[in-house]
């Protein structure tokens, strides 16, 4: 067996903290039904903003019950407080709170981990620019949530995806190029190259990755000599014992493709790739960037959930700011700046902030307009443009 819930022990709440159910069975024996509003926020940001991603989940989790639930839209840009220091609730929720209090664990575990993967996914795209980013991570995870990893990554800009269920989610063909494991086996990078352009489908991009025996200048002129025309590009996974200087092995590279007439076949790297690493190689003239680790490991987003008002009244644990709130939002200049106020505050003008929290579900029925894969991944490219900071 693997390791994992499924689907129904999620929905019941049964991969949740066990004091929460300790909690609902107390309030449920004392007959204790507390109307309450909790928010969730981030405590902390890796980077100065981040993207939010799960709501799918979410509405798996809390449809069909006794909740009220609003929420940013999937794919927003958000930062864990606003200009006067206030935490920006990203999503509450309203209802008695021994009807929902199990399920805090898993929404928490819903938005934190795939916010924290499109999060670094945007930030390495940011510095990628329009070359191709890929999500080559799955292998690093456990393999139940490989869909969800590469749909996160997906929304955070990622141009392709390597798993075959990710893919599939995302509605798209997976992306790969050729592994170390099938060279060894066929001899060497020509024979694969060659093996590759017989068996698989030619709509499939021919990506011969040069770096498994020889120096990668040679095994680069091999696969060239080896299929010609049909060499999409090369790929350099070079094992950190050999780099040097990486970038300027690209630029070499480059430069013998081009001598023989081969300037547009591509060149893609992989290996310890992230936001730090990708300029100076994006610069060298890698046109594209297998990215793994950094993406499917990505710092989670430490989302908290916390009741703010109680049978109508506010009320907050110490270091959360108590009461209903509103939430806008303006991206001024390249500024991205957010604005908290009490939900009972009328003198506020929201001329030209954008109203960011929205119903997500009504008395348990979702009333949320689910967009397709693709219009929230142009959502968060289009907010990743406007934005400066990175
Ligand atoms: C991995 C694979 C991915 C790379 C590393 C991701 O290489 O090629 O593209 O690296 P990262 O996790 O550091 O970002 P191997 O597993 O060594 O090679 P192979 O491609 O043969 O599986």
Not at 66 to 86: L, Q, Y
Request: with cysteine; net charge neutral; hydrophobic share 40%.
């Amino acid at each position: 067996m693997f390791f994992v819930a499924n689907e129904d022990e999620i929905r019941k709440g049964l991969t949740s903290d066990i004091y929460f159910s300790r909690a609902e069975e107390i309030l449920k024996k004392k007959n204790i039904n507390k109307h309450v509003i909790a928010e969730f926020t981030a405590q902390f940001l890796p980077y100065p903003w981040a993207v939010f991603v799960g709501l799918p989940e979410v509405i798996e989790l809390f449809k069909d019950k006794p909740v009220n639930v609003w929420t940013m839209k999937e794919g927003t840009i958000f930062r864990a407080r606003d200009e006067g220091g206030v935490p920006v609730p990203i999503m509450i929720i309203k209802g008695v709170y021994k009807d929902f209090a199990v399920y805090e664990t898993p929404a928490l575990g819903l938005i934190c981990e795939s916010s924290g993967i499109a999060t670094k996914t945007a930030h390495i795209k940011k510095v990628a620019f329009d070359k191709t980013v890929l999500s080559f991570g799955v292998r690093r995870m456990h393999p139940a949530i490989a869909p969800m990893i590469d749909r996160s990554a997906y929304i955070g800009g990622c141009d392709g995806v390597s798993s075959v269920l990710g893919a599939k989610l995302i509605g798209k063909n997976p992306s790969g190029t050729i592994p170390h494991a099938l060279v060894i086996n066929l001899g060497g990078v020509s024979n694969a190259i060659i093996a590759f352009d017989k068996y698989i489908s030619t709509d499939v991009k021919r990506i011969a990755l040069v770096d498994t025996f020889g120096d990668e200048k040679l095994e680069t002129i091999q696969a060239v000599e080896a299929i010609g025309r049909k060499l999409y590009g090369v790929r350099l996974d070079t094992p950190h014992s050999r780099r040097g200087v990486f970038a300027d092995i690209i630029r070499e590279i480059k430069w013998e493709l081009a001598i023989r007439g081969f300037k547009d076949v591509k060149i893609f790297v992989s290996g310890g790739l992230d936001e730090n690493t990708i300029p100076e190689l994006s610069e060298a003239g890698a046109d594209g960037f297998g990215v793994g680790t950094s993406i499917a490991n990505a710092p989670t987003i430490n989302f908290a959930m916390d009741i703010v008002e109680m049978d109508g009244k506010p009320v907050a644990k110490k270091g959360k700011f108590s009461g209903r709130k509103k939430v806008y939002r303006q991206i001024k200049d390249g500024e991205l700046i957010f604005k908290v106020i009490s939900y009972s505050e009328n003198d506020f003008c929201a001329d030209g902030w954008e109203e960011m929290l929205v119903p997500l579900i009504k008395n348990g029925k979702v009333v949320y307009h689910k967009q397709n894969i693709d219009d929230i991944r142009e959502y968060a490219l289009d907010q990743l443009k406007e934005i400066n900071d990175l």
